[in-house]
């Protein structure tokens, strides 16, 4: 090598050995009332995540969602403000969220306040009281935030998009309309906590600086006298998505159409789900992928392009959606269909394959690396059934996958004829030159 | 029940600093506890450095540094962070602009190699500067004009509360300005602000110092060594008269509301500022702080609330002038003029009677918890320690904070919040456009 060469090129430095997959300490118990509670060991700082999975398919809409907003408005021992100051003063805070699948309390706090975030948790589980002017406050609120939501193009786009896929499934509407929260009040609410917020199927995730068998116990101790025999309800699988003419959801004035496209997958134990996952990563899935490279580093119609395969009790979509300059609507949309045939009628070249795989595997290690977000998979895991040794064996499929495998998992899964299609943006805008590419049904928003 | 103070745990991250001959500063804090790293290089550009006429060119200039450097080709950066097994990304504040990585360990050395590249040099292009004009564009639309409230209040309070172009311009951009940007510009602007002097390296993780050190010398060695240039006074004098704007947002369905006052210098005064980082916290922080409880729960004048130290969220990594920001929104058809007063009630009347009993620590609790967690991820030590070195040269401090704030006393916060009066204030008001 001549002296000009090297100081012309410096050779890109290979990568270490790998580090295996190394799973943490943790502890599993079933309690008498059904309550499972897992808890996982990652001492880095002394806090404790906390993570309650429970099953609340089939929930009424505008209920569920006020119920999620004031549970934490007031028990026999403690009103809103003293649960809130309570809390604080242990370091720590919990809130409540719902969605088709479940409905989740979540907080962290200092360790040293475990104990009492777990009395205060088992308070409210048994005894919260939806106070009436509470109750009125959070209503006006929620009704709020929904008009904000409804005002955001990033919000009409999945309200569309989820209409359109899932027809009459309890999936298809995600979102309850002003009147109906307006009507709610307190004795509903009440009464959905008895029938739904109880102990079996549910599970409780301690992450932290614990001793896994300790933290059992102190859940056990404090949560043991949560009972309760009210329902369940199991959710209908996700219907099969049916291709047909683009969905165009008129926004006037919008100065960027929002682009949804939803495709066939598979839940995360199928057998396909490894290459599937690798097939997406290669199409749209990471920074690294054909379409932002494409629309974004070559074309400059997009900012953050991003593919995804997401994951429900009742069945898995992957979606892919980009926020395109209204001009370059449809030139987007063609490249978009161009990457996924090519995907899925060429086999993705080996080292396409291999950068997705190490990216897959990458994260995974780093999704394990903080307690939050140990918490958060190992609950998110939980709640379709899984434990987190199922990291492992994911991983080694991922190792596994061949070309051949992605290959026919793309051919299958990312083929653009059985795309799902929706667009929000200015109709007049954009509806002719999407017409040029593909059939098209206009509504408005 | 008597009130108990949580005793406020602390970290113990290690700190190794040192300084190469170009003048790059290091920070290596090692923790094996995952095999994983972050990395993280910091410049001392920002958006008050950026020169009239271009604005948004701080955060051009930051794509324009993903877009291939020295052996590098446009794409290879990304693929090759990726392609370990990593996340990547850059972002543009006040004072600074950084750009960062967190990996499998096995990757470290590849991570530095990649930042040293750029760092020796970008590959500035006109193919490459128009296709990333025209990606920041579409950033701006997405976050700024195709929603409601876009830039609020981060970018439509600065220029009601200053008057000099470094803190009042808009930081994202105008178009026009970020269409006339040209290759020169970008060259002119590396050669000054991204000197091997002005730049801080930090990596934190499962690291092994005295490797990490041969790594580090072996890739950032040979950079050329460029001096920091001159750091401009960015000061402006305090508000002596109130100062109100109000625009109208065609998609906002609800009015809203900021308001700002000046704090103490962050950096030469932080024991001073400390008690405004505190008192954000205790007027906005949670179900049973103040101004949750009258504005939203009593009153029912405002609908979500919130409070904080520095425009972009930003407490421990900003410079003078700053300032403490309430910002609400409103019900519809809501009275901001009631709200402000409110709020001028409220700080009264904790400056004049102080706080309740416990309400103090339990708020500096709740602080801690926050401080700790976001120190657990592996980048955002690297991220935090790289400003803090440069910005303060104590990059230790990260592990000081939880402490620090929990020995503000309610003294102090009844003085920081006797300071936050009327005429001192900044504040901007969004019309409720698309309310129906």
Redesign the interface.
């Given at each position: 090598m001549t002296a000009t060469a090297e100081t012309a090129?410096?050779p890109?430095?290979?990568?270490?050995?790998?580090?295996r997959l190394?799973l943490p300490k943790q502890a599993e118990r079933t309690l008498d009332n059904g309550l499972t509670v897992i808890a996982v060991r990652?001492?880095?700082?002394?806090?404790v995540e906390l993570r309650l999975w429970m099953p609340f398919g089939r929930a009424h809409l505008a209920r569920g969602a006020m119920l999620a907003q004031t549970m934490?408005a007031g028990t026999a021992e403690l009103t809103?403000?003293?649960?809130?100051?309570e809390l604080?003063?242990?370091?720590?805070?919990l809130s409540a969220g719902v969605d088709p699948d479940r409905l989740m309390l979540s907080g962290?706090?200092?360790v040293?306040?475990l104990d009492r975030m777990l009395e205060i948790l088992a308070d409210v589980l048994t005894g919260a009281t939806y106070p009436g002017d509470?109750v009125e406050?959070e209503r006006?609120?929620l009704v709020?935030?929904i008009?904000?939501a409804?005002?955001?193009?990033?919000h009409l786009a999945r309200t569309a998009l989820l209409k359109r896929i899932y027809g009459r499934h309890p999936y298809a509407v995600q979102t309850p309309e002003p009147d109906q929260v307006r009507a709610v009040r307190p004795p509903v609410l009440r009464k959905l906590h008895s029938e739904r917020v109880h102990p079996a199927g549910a599970v409780l995730v301690l992450v932290g600086d614990v001793q896994p068998e300790r933290a059992l116990d102190a859940a056990e101790r404090a949560l043991a006298g949560w009972g309760g025999d009210g329902h369940s309800a199991d959710l209908p699988p996700a219907p099969p998505l049916e291709p047909g003419p683009l969905l165009l959801v008129d926004r006037p004035g919008?100065?960027?159409s929002s682009l949804r496209l939803a495709l066939p997958a598979v839940p995360r134990t199928h057998p396909d789900h490894a290459a599937l996952q690798l097939a997406n990563l290669v199409f749209g899935g990471?920074?690294?992928s054909r379409w932002v490279?494409n629309i974004?580093?070559?074309?400059?119609?997009?900012?953050?392009p991003h593919s995804l395969v997401e994951h429900s009790v009742a069945g898995s979509v992957l979606v892919a959606g980009a926020?395109?300059?209204t001009e370059v609507t449809a030139p987007a949309l063609l490249e978009t269909m161009y990457e996924l045939g090519r995907l899925a009628a060429l086999p993705p070249k080996p080292e396409e394959l291999?950068?997705a795989r190490?990216?897959a595997?990458?994260?995974l290690?780093?999704g394990?690396?903080?307690?939050?977000g140990l918490a958060s998979l190992t609950s998110a895991y939980a709640g379709n059934g899984l434990r987190l040794d199922f990291l492992a064996e994911h991983a080694a499929r991922l190792a596994k996958a061949t070309v051949d495998d992605v290959a026919e998992v793309a051919a299958r899964y990312l083929a653009p004829a059985r795309a799902v299609t929706v667009v929000l943006g200015d109709a007049e805008r954009v509806a002719e030159p999407l017409a040029a590419l593909t059939a098209v049904r206009t509504e408005s928003a | 029940m008597p009130?108990?103070r949580?005793?406020i745990?602390a970290?113990k991250y290690p700190v190794e600093r040192f300084t190469l001959d170009n003048g790059l500063r290091v920070v290596l804090t090692p923790?094996r506890?995952?095999?994983?790293i972050g990395v993280a290089v910091v410049y001392d550009v920002g958006i008050r450095s950026e020169p009239e006429g271009r604005t948004g060119f701080a955060h051009l200039f930051e794509h324009l540094m993903f877009q291939g450097s020295?052996?590098l080709e446009?794409?290879a950066h990304?693929?090759?962070v990726?392609?370990?097994?990593?996340?990547?990304n850059g972002s543009t504040h006040l004072d600074y602009t950084d750009y960062f990585e967190?990996?499998?360990?096995?990757?470290?050395?590849?991570a530095?190699?990649l930042e040293a590249?750029r760092m020796r040099g970008p590959r500035l292009t006109e193919e490459n500067l128009?296709?990333?004009?025209?990606?920041?564009?579409?950033?701006i639309?997405?976050n700024v004009?195709?929603?409601?409230y876009g830039g609020f209040p981060w970018l439509t309070l600065p220029p009601v509360m200053f008057d000099t172009f470094p803190n009042a311009h808009d930081g994202y951009g105008s178009f026009d300005d970020l269409e006339s940007a040209t290759v020169a510009d970008a060259a002119d602007f590396f050669r000054r602000y991204y000197a091997s002097g002005n730049a801080v390296l930090a990596v934190s993780g499962d690291i092994d110092v005295t490797e990490a050190t041969a790594l580090i010398e072996r890739h950032f060695g040979d950079v050329p060594a460029r001096p920091a240039p001159q750091r401009p006074d960015f000061a402006e004098p305090d508000l002596t008269a109130e100062r109100r704007h109000s625009y109208t947002d065609r998609?906002?369905?609800?009015p809203a509301v900021a308001g700002a006052w000046r704090v103490p210098d962050p950096v030469t005064d932080f024991a001073g500022y400390l008690p405004y980082v505190v008192l954000a916290e205790v007027l906005t922080?949670?179900?049973?702080s103040r101004l949750v409880?009258r504005l939203?729960?009593r009153d029912?004048t405002v609908?979500?609330l919130g409070g904080y130290l520095g425009f972009m969220g930003d407490p421990f990594d900003v410079r003078d002038p700053t300032a403490l920001l309430l910002q609400a929104?409103l019900?519809?058809g809501g009275d901001v003029d009631k709200v402000l007063r409110t709020v001028d009630e409220e700080l009264d009347r904790l400056a004049t009677d102080g706080l309740t009993e416990?309400e103090l620590?339990?708020?500096q609790?709740?602080m801690?918890?926050h401080l700790?967690?976001d120190?657990?991820?592996?980048l955002g030590r690297a991220l935090r320690m790289a400003v803090l070195e440069q910005q303060r040269g104590e990059p230790g401090l990260l592990n000081e904070l939880p402490r620090l704030v929990g020995e503000v006393t309610e003294e102090q916060v009844r003085a920081a919040a006797a300071t936050l009066r009327p005429q001192r204030r900044a504040s901007i008001e969004v019309i409720a456009g698309?309310a129906?």
């Open positions: 090129t410096r890109l430095p290979p990568l270490g050995p790998n580090r190394k990652r001492p880095a700082v002394p806090l934490l809103a403000n003293q649960i809130a100051a604080q003063k242990v370091g720590g805070g962290a706090g200092l040293t306040g509470w406050t006006d609120r709020d935030r008009q904000v409804q005002s955001q193009p990033a919008s100065v960027q990471y920074f690294s490279e974004r580093e070559d074309k400059g119609y997009t900012y953050g926020e395109v300059a291999e950068q190490q990216y595997l990458g994260t290690q780093l394990m690396s903080t307690q939050a | 009130t108990r949580a005793s745990p970290t923790d506890s995952a095999p994983v020295e052996n446009k794409l990304f693929r090759h990726q392609g370990a097994g990593g996340t990547f967190t990996l499998p360990s096995n990757a470290l050395e590849r530095l190699f590249d128009r296709n990333q004009v025209d990606v920041v564009k579409e950033e639309r997405v004009l195709n929603r409601p998609l906002a369905p609800l922080d949670g179900d049973a409880e939203v729960q029912r609908t979500s929104h019900p519809p416990g620590a339990r708020t609790a709740r801690a918890t700790l967690r120190t657990d991820a592996v698309g129906r």
